[in-house]
């Protein structure tokens, strides 16, 4: 067990490594431990924030009111037509519903929409509580498919299933029987290209296509972010998959390797490094000599320009120590990079659902003494903040607070932000909200009151 982590809850020792003071293999992927009040969302949030962002779908919570109130508008994606996706309708189960079934109120709730709205899709998400009850969400669904001539497809995310990993699986399957191409429908292909893992949060898959225009790649379809029932059926034509999400996407992209012979590249849009590095992948895997060049030129134009701009808030933030704890490993590999770039370090990294392989990545970038840990809980990151003198987190929704509570500067990386953080436009962002809330006179006024228990240092 390394030094730092004695203490910890014991089941929790293989989750957590400090880089240079032990060579065991991190655990990770796996389901939380019991009673640790694990950050991870559940099962059911994992698949919703994978789908929501198909805009004119009908999202249907069934379950209790909560599940769906928790998760209404659940990412800041944005939409170029309906706003159907941003409402959160629920079944609203009560005791009666456990004790004597919800089909008959799901079937109403569905027959209720499909008059209301019109709509050509429904999600139908099982929660915790449908998994128990045991409805038959296939049969209602499928029943309901056939009275109304429109797809409702049941997404299978109850609770106990697994973690929020499961949660994206289900997605996945439910995101796989949309596009199936009907029986005797042969889709040709294109020279297009699938974007998986995008959820255009504050209009980043936008900014992703206009980089992808100017180098001459044809976008069939973002998974999700910004799509509609019609556009996700054109999926299985494109030639090439690019996933940013991995963590929510990487299933979906080898089920249609193997279903449609659609290869995968992995990317990453998040910093000046990893955002040039993505876009020449992408040109060398289309194989044009002309995107090439082209590629090349935007790379060289983007990075001049936004380097001028960081270059002033390296000197001013250079020194200082941010600790990450996001969803997926992608993201923290990428966030170690950009932090880089803007003259910080990181001293503590975890995520919620990172893979073996992803954990490996971050343990060669990551400076000796750093933490690295899975499935973390809130008393862990405090600790390690406070141990590692972290002056930043970056994290989501759920970490804000924390991060406040110790007097810590804190950057949202999760769905519900507002601004861009992807391509060398989100480069910049990135280092303008890093500086400003580092930077900020209000720790130091705040610990002068006695509020908090953060790090000194702030400038
Ligand atoms: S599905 Fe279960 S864990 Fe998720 S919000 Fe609903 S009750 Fe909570």
Redesign the pocket.
Request: hydrophobic share 40%; proline share 2%.
């Given at each position: 067990m390394a030094e730092s982590n004695a203490g910890a809850i014991a089941e929790r020792d293989e989750f957590i490594v400090t880089k240079g003071k032990n060579k065991k293999q991190l655990k990770c992927d796996t389901d939380s431990s019991a009673g640790c009040v694990s950050q991870r969302a559940?099962?059911?949030?994992g698949a919703r924030v994978v789908l929501n962002p198909v805009t004119d779908a009908i999202h249907l919570v069934h379950?209790?009111i909560?599940?769906s109130s928790?998760t209404w508008d659940i990412r800041g994606s944005l939409s170029s037509g309906t706003e159907l996706y941003r409402n959160s309708f629920s079944t609203d189960l009560k005791e009666q519903d456990v004790i004597f079934g919800g089909g008959k109120k799901l079937a109403a709730a569905i027959d209720g929409l499909v008059e209301k709205y019109q709509a050509k899709l429904i999600f139908v998400y099982s929660?915790?509580?449908v998994g128990v009850i045991g409805d038959d969400l296939e049969a209602i669904c499928r029943a309901a498919s056939q009275k109304h001539t429109i797809e409702v497809i049941p997404v299978e995310s109850?609770?106990f299933i697994g973690n929020k990993s499961a949660g994206y699986r289900a997605a996945g399957d439910s995101l796989l029987r949309l596009i199936k191409p009907a029986d005797q429908v042969v889709m040709t292909k294109s020279d297009s290209i699938n974007y998986l893992g995008d959820f255009n949060l504050a209009g980043e898959a936008w900014i992703i296509h206009n980089y992808l225009r100017e180098m001459g790649v044809e976008i069939n379809v973002t998974f999700t972010g910004d799509s509609t029932y019609e556009t996700l059926k054109l999926a299985p034509k494109a030639k090439l998959n690019i996933i940013q999400c991995a963590g929510s996407m990487i299933y979906m992209a080898g089920k249609m390797e193997e279903l449609y012979n659609i290869p995968y590249v992995q990317i990453s849009f998040l910093g000046i490094e990893d955002t040039a590095t993505s876009l020449r992948k992408i040109a060398a895997a289309m194989g044009d000599e002309v995107m090439i060049r082209k590629t090349e030129e935007l790379i060289v134009r983007e990075t001049n320009r936004v380097e001028a701009i960081i270059k002033g808030y390296r000197e001013k933030l250079q020194g200082k120590k941010a600790a990450i704890y996001v969803g997926g490993g992608f993201k923290a590999i990428s966030l170690v990079k950009q932090f880089r770039e803007i003259g910080i370090d990181v001293v503590m990294i975890g995520t919620q659902t990172g893979r073996e392989e992803e954990y490996d990545t971050i343990n060669n970038l990551v400076d000796d003494g750093t933490v690295i840990l899975d499935d973390a809980n809130p008393a862990e990151l405090e600790r390690f903040m406070m141990e590692k003198g972290a002056n930043l987190l970056v994290g989501g929704v759920k970490e804000r607070p924390l991060a406040y509570k110790l007097g810590v500067a804190f950057i949202d990386h999760n769905h519900d932000r507002k601004h861009p953080l992807s391509g060398f436009e989100g480069a910049v962002n990135f280092a303008e909200e890093v500086y400003s809330t580092v930077c900020s006179p209000v720790w130091n006024s705040l610990r002068g009151k006695g509020i908090g228990k953060g790090v000194t240092d702030h400038v």
């Amino acid at each position: 067990m390394a030094e730092s982590n004695a203490g910890a809850i014991a089941e929790r020792d293989e989750f957590i490594v400090t880089k240079g003071k032990n060579k065991k293999q991190l655990k990770c992927d796996t389901d939380s431990s019991a009673g640790c009040v694990s950050q991870r969302a559940c099962v059911y949030c994992g698949a919703r924030v994978v789908l929501n962002p198909v805009t004119d779908a009908i999202h249907l919570v069934h379950g209790p009111i909560g599940c769906s109130s928790y998760t209404w508008d659940i990412r800041g994606s944005l939409s170029s037509g309906t706003e159907l996706y941003r409402n959160s309708f629920s079944t609203d189960l009560k005791e009666q519903d456990v004790i004597f079934g919800g089909g008959k109120k799901l079937a109403a709730a569905i027959d209720g929409l499909v008059e209301k709205y019109q709509a050509k899709l429904i999600f139908v998400y099982s929660t915790c509580i449908v998994g128990v009850i045991g409805d038959d969400l296939e049969a209602i669904c499928r029943a309901a498919s056939q009275k109304h001539t429109i797809e409702v497809i049941p997404v299978e995310s109850s609770g106990f299933i697994g973690n929020k990993s499961a949660g994206y699986r289900a997605a996945g399957d439910s995101l796989l029987r949309l596009i199936k191409p009907a029986d005797q429908v042969v889709m040709t292909k294109s020279d297009s290209i699938n974007y998986l893992g995008d959820f255009n949060l504050a209009g980043e898959a936008w900014i992703i296509h206009n980089y992808l225009r100017e180098m001459g790649v044809e976008i069939n379809v973002t998974f999700t972010g910004d799509s509609t029932y019609e556009t996700l059926k054109l999926a299985p034509k494109a030639k090439l998959n690019i996933i940013q999400c991995a963590g929510s996407m990487i299933y979906m992209a080898g089920k249609m390797e193997e279903l449609y012979n659609i290869p995968y590249v992995q990317i990453s849009f998040l910093g000046i490094e990893d955002t040039a590095t993505s876009l020449r992948k992408i040109a060398a895997a289309m194989g044009d000599e002309v995107m090439i060049r082209k590629t090349e030129e935007l790379i060289v134009r983007e990075t001049n320009r936004v380097e001028a701009i960081i270059k002033g808030y390296r000197e001013k933030l250079q020194g200082k120590k941010a600790a990450i704890y996001v969803g997926g490993g992608f993201k923290a590999i990428s966030l170690v990079k950009q932090f880089r770039e803007i003259g910080i370090d990181v001293v503590m990294i975890g995520t919620q659902t990172g893979r073996e392989e992803e954990y490996d990545t971050i343990n060669n970038l990551v400076d000796d003494g750093t933490v690295i840990l899975d499935d973390a809980n809130p008393a862990e990151l405090e600790r390690f903040m406070m141990e590692k003198g972290a002056n930043l987190l970056v994290g989501g929704v759920k970490e804000r607070p924390l991060a406040y509570k110790l007097g810590v500067a804190f950057i949202d990386h999760n769905h519900d932000r507002k601004h861009p953080l992807s391509g060398f436009e989100g480069a910049v962002n990135f280092a303008e909200e890093v500086y400003s809330t580092v930077c900020s006179p209000v720790w130091n006024s705040l610990r002068g009151k006695g509020i908090g228990k953060g790090v000194t240092d702030h400038v």
